[in-house]
């Protein structure tokens, strides 16, 4: 390839070299990324068994287990802050795909800890490295129409190449051992859609944890002189010819680096559930203003072929098992936005996977999938009284062109606080909201990592 997609890290980027609103991007994930990582130490399917792990394990206390009051060698601390942040699928998306929370911030945030005297800028620089690299990495195939989920989990699968850059700003790489970790990154990379196709078990929720753990593997091992070398991106068993038959747009990862920001394209999400089902529960949420639950007949969701993993099982998807499978369900989605006119982390737990009302409606709902759905989330509701209510969504809330304001993140953030397993109260919630949003001022990012642990050792 004749230029250099890992340029930005090769040359050092610095916080000086950033836009002020790539820095403003940057700090919106690290925001977004550590209030989800909280929610998900009380809710997230997967999290204790992660954490029981990394305190099983013991080791130095190098960095902080996000909301669980305790550290743990960075390696470890990278698994679980990455387990976490993805757990509730409430988590930051690219523009063109791929999770820029799941890869910017947890290997990011245990490198700086480990290693100590690392300012904000200085990780806000990291963060940004991460965040384009995964961007255009995910880019490449959107814009070469490639199906990324068809058989891979995109988000794992992209994040160990941004957790390695990440964690390798961190620890000051030059550029052969950047290559290296990214070649070591390559060598461990993985994220299989059979988790999706067989009713999402627990172990999906975690796998931003997987990136994490290889990627912060894969720094610290060419932190030791580990060579690595290869073309982990472009060559004939690089991530692209491994995974998507070598089919990828080569100009995405190049073209305008270091000027162009596809970082400033990233997704925030209104509703703890996979992107794709945000259509839905934005158009349910409309009809639910127009219809009652009792006067719902029946329920047609319409949605494209790629979609069918999000819709099938039908059973399941009606009456999922598990927090994970509700959150990848169009069926349920669309049905807890007709009853309840919203969709909350609280839809997540328990008592609401079992609210008898949304399951009557989810159990009216069938899915109609076929390809001129493409591109649209469409609801149809028939109602007993003989009305045909239909609601269609083109863009979504939380697109980068209809984003969440900063008082809807702080909301968001808030709420997510008030689940983590360490008892945060607002006020310490608020501290570590204020403590984000000026990020670039701290001196040692460690003085964050004691906020976000949510209480002493």
């Known amino acids: 390839m004749p230029a250099d997609p890992m340029g930005l890290t090769r040359r050092g980027l610095r916080y000086d070299d950033l836009p002020p609103e790539a820095a403003d991007a940057v700090k919106r994930i690290a925001l977004d990324t550590v209030g989800t990582a909280l929610a998900a130490t009380g809710l997230g399917d997967g999290c204790v068994e992660a954490a029981a792990v990394a305190r099983g394990a013991g080791g130095a206390p190098e960095a902080s287990l996000i909301g669980y009051g305790v550290r743990a060698p960075a390696l ?93 700003r961190v620890m000051g790489l030059g550029p052969e051992a950047m290559h290296s970790a990214l070649g070591a990154a390559l060598m461990q990379a993985g994220g299989s859609m059979q988790v999706v196709f067989d009713g999402d078990p627990p172990a999906k929720a975690i796998y931003g944890g997987f990136a994490n753990l290889g990627g912060m593997l894969a720094a610290l091992l060419a932190e030791q002189g580990l060579g690595a070398e290869v073309a982990a991106l472009e060559g004939a068993a690089g991530v692209y010819g491994l995974f998507y038959g070598g089919v990828y747009d080569a100009a995405a990862l190049t073209d305008g680096l270091g000027e162009e920001w596809r970082l400033l394209k990233a997704r925030f999400k209104p509703w703890p559930t996979s992107g794709n089902i945000h259509g839905y529960i934005e158009a349910a949420v409309a009809l639910a203003a127009r219809v009652r639950p009792t006067e719902i007949e029946s329920v047609v969701v319409r949605a494209a072929p790629a ?33 309840n006119g919203q969709v909350v982390l609280a839809d997540f737990t328990p008592a609401g996977l079992t609210q008898e009302e949304a399951l009557r409606v989810a159990d009216l709902t069938v899915c109609e999938i076929a390809e001129n759905h493409a591109g649209r989330a469409e609801v ?60 670039e001022g701290l001196a040692d990012v460690r003085r964050l990592g004691d906020l976000a642990r949510g209480s002493a050792d």
Not at 106 to 113: K, R
Not at 147 to 160: C, K, P, V
Not at 309 to 334: D, F, K, L, M, Q
């Open 76 to 168: 470890t601390a990278a698994f679980v802050n990455g387990a976490t942040a993805h757990a509730l699928n409430y988590d930051p998306l690219g523009g063109s795909g791929g999770h820029l929370g799941v890869s910017t911030l947890p290997s990011v945030f245990a490198a700086a800890e480990r290693r100590g005297g690392v300012s904000g800028a200085e990780a806000i620089a990291a963060m940004a490295a991460a965040a384009e690299i995964t961007a255009r990495l995910a880019a490449a195939l959107s814009q070469a129409g490639v199906n990324a989920n068809e058989r891979f989990l995109e988000g794992q699968l992209l994040g160990y190449f941004g957790a390695a850059v990440g964690a390798g």
């Open 307 to 339: 979609l069918r993993p999000w819709c099938e099982p039908i059973e399941e998807r009606r009456r999922p098992p598990n927090p994970t499978s509700a959150a990848n369900s169009i069926v349920y989605g669309a049905a807890k936005g007709l009853v």
């Open 380 to 439: 149809e509701v028939r109602a007993t009284d003989g009305r045909v209510l239909t609601e269609r969504v083109d863009t979504p809330l939380g697109h980068p062109s209809r984003p969440l304001s900063e008082a809807q993140l702080a909301a968001k953030f808030e709420d997510c606080a008030g689940y983590a397993v360490c008892g945060m109260n607002i006020a310490q919630a608020r501290e570590l909201l204020d403590a984000l949003r000026s990020l």
